[in-house]
């Protein structure tokens, strides 16, 4: 591994738009930011795969394997492999915990999936090379944080339901209705797409 | 091949918004794990689906409607070696999507940042270039890339068409104190042989009419009562013809921050030395042999014509024309121009052309522009050898150049020519032999 700082002639002020890359043997050099986004996939898989040990009372061992994924697909970013990793990843969840239950380690593994899934999506629109604006990375990070914050809404909701605290009534079923409606409002395109 | 002319500006359209595999997989994994949680009854697949669907839905809201299009500037088409210029990148319209511009590598171009890559903030992004040589190029691909919120749709790369930009040599440092031999023109800093308007003190003779009375020197005047003036020498301008032979580039190319090459030298003094002359109101005339489409440059003056000269001189591609006899571009030269021929004298066809120049009895100066460091330090025996035969033989040329009368002096910068050219102008105004007819 080699790492290199840009030089050159252009020497008119400092540079706050490059920065230091590495080159793992004769691939293509790596800016330290893309670095960064990949080592955060893992800790967001390694805090996923903590909550699913704990909400599932223990796994394989063979599991934790999966963490290293987001680091050895670093080059991939864009393509289908985040899907595939976090599908497994949501399958493994699927299948360990316990049917019917609702862990609070839930929320945690939420806030995980969601790094995880950003990491991936920062990382693809830059390319290996490049770096990230302090202003992308604080947008990015309200982005998450919000989104982030729909989990414990969504498991408080979930828990009261399932306690019998909030029942189902008609009400719910209009308020529900009513925002599948809307959802498909938002979602439409104007104009309509035409059949192929 | 017409030369590549300077384009600053380009622009055009990026292509359509696009759904990326992030979009993809925010919308697959949400709604996956919000059916297997209503039909396998796991609320807690609810709650890690629900960070998910809120990217997917907002990347979906969010993104551009509009086909977006780039618009594309270099600040400066026409560079000096070692100048920089910004390209900047303005998308229309500048909406807040983020993005970045990838500027390829190109020989001869430094980037800043030096990956080429530069973020597009607020629709506006920016690449500074320097350009290491002299020569006419395209500054490299030009990429646009533009993602929406949560990178959920994406435009490009997009290629946007090239730019070029013609880097001018940068002259070596020159001047020259000697003057000019044979000046013939109106105007121009060369001291005439005869009397006239100028500068240069020749005598005080007594008052002709015509004279100007603010050339009346009173004290001579008013001592010998009757009035004299004081008579200059006229300023007269010269033809300067520099013939560059670009039929090598002899050494590793290194650009502005390394060693040069013979043609780097060649083309670097051809540049000091018409920006001397013209500097000095002299007219010039730049001939390349060897080098192919390099528009025939008429006598001129003035800084327009230094640019002119500086424009061939970026246009030179070595050895591009190798079937040149230099013979067109000698032709109709002005039998008093002073004629300088820069060249390493490597091809004999150069040798050739001085030879002729100075049999026509035309004042011929050869400048050696062949590097010291190409022969100092040969990297193998074998190399060592190769010089030295090449030397030999280049010895001989130089010999026979000198034998008939014509100076060959190396390049070293200012004051180069001074010696030759005191010379050359003490020869023309000594007395001759003619034959009495």
Known sequence: MTTARPRGGVQDGADRTAWRTVRFGKGRPWSLPQLGLALTGVASAVAFLLCLQAASGGFDPVWWALAIVPLATLGFAGSAAPLAFWGLMLAGWFLLTPSGSLSAWSVPAAVALAVGHAAAALSATTPPAGGLPVRVVRTWAGRVVLAALTAPAVAALAGALRSGELEASPAAYVIGLGGLALGVFLLRTDPPAEPD | ?437
């Open chain 2, 1 to 437: 091949m017409r030369p590549l002319l300077p384009r600053t500006t380009s622009s055009g359209p990026l292509g359509e918004w696009t759904a990326t595999a992030a979009h993809t997989r925010a919308v697959l994994l949400a709604a996956g794990a919000a059916v297997a949680a209503v039909l396998g009854r796991r609320p807690d697949l609810l709650v890690l689906a629900a960070p998910l669907t809120v990217a997917a839905v907002w990347g979906h809201l969010a993104r551009p409607r509009r086909a977006p299009e780039a618009d594309v500037t270099l600040g400066r088409g026409t560079l000096r070696e070692g100048d920089v210029a910004n390209v900047v990148v303005r998308v229309r319209p500048a909406s807040d999507a983020d993005g970045v511009i990838t500027l390829a590598s190109t020989r001869w171009v430094e980037r800043k940042p030096a990956s080429g890559i530069a973020p597009v903030e607020a629709g506006v992004g920016a690449i500074a270039l320097r350009s290491t040589r002299w020569g006419r190029r395209q500054i490299g691909t030009l990429s646009v890339t533009l993602s929406s919120a949560w990178g959920a749709y994406r435009v490009g790369p997009t290629d946007v068409p090239d730019l070029a930009t013609a880097t001018l040599p940068v002259p070596a440092a020159f001047d020259a104190a000697a003057p000019t031999p044979h000046p013939r023109g109106l105007v121009g800093l060369n001291r005439s042989s005869r009397t006239g308007s100028g500068s240069e003190f020749n005598t005080i003779r007594q008052f002709q009419p015509g004279d100007r009375l603010r050339r009346i020197h009173w004290p001579v005047s008013l001592r010998t009562g009757t009035l004299h003036v004081t008579s200059t020498y006229a300023d007269e301008d010269a033809h300067v013809f520099v013939l560059v032979d670009a039929f090598s580039d002899l050494g590793p190319r290194e650009g502005i921050d390394g060693r040069p090459t013979s043609l780097d030298v060649t083309v670097r003094a051809a540049g000091a030395i018409s920006e001397h002359f013209l500097g000095s109101n002299d007219r010039l005339t730049l001939r390349t042999v060897g080098a192919a489409n390099i528009p025939r440059l008429g006598l001129g003056s003035g800084t327009k014509h230094l640019r002119r000269v500086l424009e061939s001189l970026a246009s030179v591609a070595p050895a591009s024309e190798r079937r040149d006899d230099g013979q067109a571009a000698i032709r109709g030269v002005d039998p008093n121009a002073l004629c300088l021929v820069l060249s390493p004298l490597i091809v004999p066809t150069t040798v050739g052309l001085a030879h002729t120049l100075a049999a026509r009895g035309m004042t011929t100066v050869v400048v050696d522009t062949l590097p010291e460091h190409l022969t100092a330090d040969p990297g193998s025996v074998y190399e060592a050898l190769a010089w030295r035969i090449r030397l030999l033989s280049r010895e001989a040329q130089v010999h026979s150049l000198v034998t008939r009368g014509v100076p060959v002096v190396p390049w070293r910068g200012p004051g180069s020519l001074d010696h030759v050219l005191r010379d050359l102008s003490r020869r023309a105004a000594a007395p001759r032999m003619g034959r009495r007819r």
